[in-house]
């Protein structure tokens, strides 16, 4: 799972600061806003600079789970690009995050997780 973004031309990815974690037990309200969630201990990524990303040990348990992306810090809104592939399943999402996010979460899921295999859209 990789997580990159972008800030606009000539702007460093280092302007901002995302971290990327993976999560059970989430809950939405009815306007499909993220209300609570458990994080997973592992795996997360939480760099300061740069890119972000991590990979899904399946020795999890199975149950649905769902990628949480939090805007740390930014003083710019950002386009953000989520990169999934297992095997040859391959998936992507992207979308734009106003600096009002920063210190709250966006989501990407469910997926699924069922022995050694991973859905998702």
Not at 54 to 59: A, G, L, Q, Y
Not at 86 to 112: E, F, K, L, W
Request: zero cysteines; aromatic letters at 14%; glycine letters at 10%.
């Amino acid at each position: 799972m990789d997580l990159s973004w972008n800030l606009g031309d000539g702007v460093s990815i280092m302007v901002a600061n995302f971290d990327l974690y993976l999560a059970r037990n989430v809950k939405f309200n009815n306007s499909g806003q993220l209300t609570s969630f458990d994080v997973v201990e592992e795996p997360q990524s939480k760099e300061l600079l740069g890119f972000e990303n991590f990979v899904i040990n399946d020795e999890i348990s199975d149950e649905t789970y769902y990628v949480i992306i939090r805007f740390v810090e930014g003083s710019l809104d950002a386009d953000v690009f989520l990169e999934l592939s297992q095997g040859s399943q391959h998936g992507s999402a992207s979308g734009h995050v106003s600096t009002n996010y920063v210190g709250r979460d966006v989501y990407y899921g469910p997926i699924s997780k069922s022995g050694n295999n991973f859905s998702f859209r």
